[in-house]
């Protein structure tokens, strides 16, 4: 029925014909374009000039004069002499540039590859790259034990613990630079939205600031030794050691710890301890007849027990006169400076302790030891206290989630109490202004502390320098700053204008002593001054030999910084001939004083 269409498909001659021919013309069309490419410029022109043969089937081909070359002509505009455009140079630039940034990035790409190598899988050796190159931009000025003390009504103190042996085998890095003696820098690790890693560095400013070298004895030294002539003066006196779970509090204010022991000797308790009894030997508060005693109790959540008295519940209530008291309290006397370390350490073993993420074994309570004088003869009433509380550990919602329920309840209560303290910080800075004490039990119990009209307050904030702690150190600078801020603020025009107190009769019997007890007087504390001039020899002369060992060995190395070097060891021996005639000015105080007597 269609003959022509069944004629075509049954003919397979015609079509491979066809193929044949077509594929033989593309090669022969492929294998002159390379052929092409390969030419000079002189070959396309004798190319192009010269007359090929023609063959006897060839048809008759048009003139070569008459060529045209084609517009897109590629091969010729290489050998044009002509300027190059605008779009042309363009594009070699890029070209250039790529060039560049390829060399660049291959560099930069083999040194990350060696530092890898070097560091030995360490996840933070970005972050702890930028923080080198950031702390070699800063002249480091710490804090010393020959600077002088600065008396406040509020002092605000932050101090950096070193790294513990968890964090070393976790291999993180310490976030946490100590410039100068009031400033602090927390290098913060941070991603960008295409996850380059970068810092963001904050600062800080404080009364004092101690790096992870200062001892328990220069930090009391600065903040709350002070105080102690405070409650001699009819005064009370409060600090606080606020910080993370993990961040040292417990070994401030209670002494250090050697594996799970500890050593109460040299914590803030016991120095407060020591100077109250040295001051208790000075001849214008002898005839004073002081009687101290000392209590130990925690406040968990929303009950308090007393801690020398095996946990006993106790009551917080008001009497007639609305003066909080505590039903039921262990008062003991003490009479030297081993009684109230036998009573802090019978108080520290009987205190409240759970789990939390940070740490195994976190203090849950708020301790509260305190140390009270009293006239003999004066009943009850209280002539001077000084109050030293052993915060709970801030927490934050998000890391007690994972936890179980006590632990959240826990960590409310916490948050909470550590709220109403700083409101009623705020108000001891604003004179004259409502104290909140009720916003918790901490604050009820402390009601006296916070609204005398002799009253002072010192805060110190550990901090932890791990990068893994950012966060919680960043809370805890913030709420110590935000102190700070208020009390700043709040003082600044009331300074000059705050009018003095009238003295009462019982400190115009302090005032009014002898001139031979005063000599006296004056002989003892100079005495008193240049013992402790003597220990922080002995401290300073053992750093400066370690320091000096250090530098030593860093010269003996091969291709070693020497600026590095004679800048350190410069600072390092301005220190000591700083540090050596500020002591020698006290030492030569007490020579004077005893050569006049």
Known sequence: MFPYVVTERGSHSTTSKFIEEETLDLANSRDSLISWGKMTKNDVNTQINSKPPLSPNSSPTRSPSKLKKPSNFRRDSLFDDKPKSKQLKEIALIAKNRDERRQRQAGEKALKEALIKEEKDNPYWEFQHMINEYRRTLEFHPLRDTDPVIENQITVCVRKRPLNDKEHNRKEVDVISVPSKDILVVHEPKNKVDLTKYLENQHFRFDYVFDETC????????????????????????????????????????????????????????????????????????????????????????????????????????????????????EKVVSKVEDVLELIQKGSQERTSGQTSANTNSSRSHAVFQIIIR????????????????????????????????????????????????????????????????GSKLTQ????????????????????PGVASCEHTLNTLRYADRVKELVA???????????????????????????????????????????????????????????????????????????KYAKDLKELVKNMIDFQSNALGKITAMYNVIEKS
């Open 375 to 438: 006239k003999y003869g004066s009943g009850n009433k209280i002539f001077g206290k000084f109050s030293l509380i052993d915060l709970a550990g801030n927490e934050r919602g998000a890391d007690t989630f994972k936890s179980n329920r006590q632990t959240r309840i826990e960590g409310g209560d916490i948050n909470k109490s550590l709220l109403a303290l700083k409101e009623c910080i705020r108000a001891l800075g604003k004179k004259g202004s409502h104290c909140p004490f009720r």
């Open 445 to 464: 119990v402390l009601r006296d502390s916070f609204i005398g009209e002799n009253s002072k307050t010192c805060m110190i904030a550990l901090i932890s």
């Open 215 to 330: 001892s328990n004895y220069i930090v009391y030294k600065f903040t709350a030794r002070p105080l102690v002539k405070t409650i001699f003066e009819g005064g009370m006196a409060t600090c606080f050691a606020y910080g993370q779970t993990g961040s040292g509090k417990t070994h401030t204010m209670g002494g250090e710890f050697r594996g799970k022991h500890q050593n109460f000797n040299n914590g803030i308790y016991a120095y407060v301890a020591q100077d109250v009894y040295q001051f208790l030997n000075l001849p214008k508060y002898k005839k004073m007849d002081f009687i101290v005693s000392a209590s130990f109790f925690e406040i968990y959540g929303k009950l308090v027990f007393d801690l020398l008295a095996k946990k006993e519940r106790l009551k917080v209530l008001e009497d007639g006169r609305q003066v909080v008291q505590v039903v039921g309290l262990t």
């Open 489 to 563: 603020s709040d003082n600044d025009d009331s300074r000059n204008n705050t009018p003095r107190n009238e003295v009462s009769i019982e400190d115009e019997i302090v005032v009014i002593e002898s001139a031979d007890e005063d000599e006296n007087a004056d002989s003892f504390l100079a005495e008193l001054e240049a013992i402790d001039t003597n220990k922080s020899v002995i401290e300073y002369c053992v750093h400066f030999h370690n320091r000096a060992c250090e530098l030593y060995k860093e010269s003996q190395r091969q291709g070693y910084n020497k600026f």
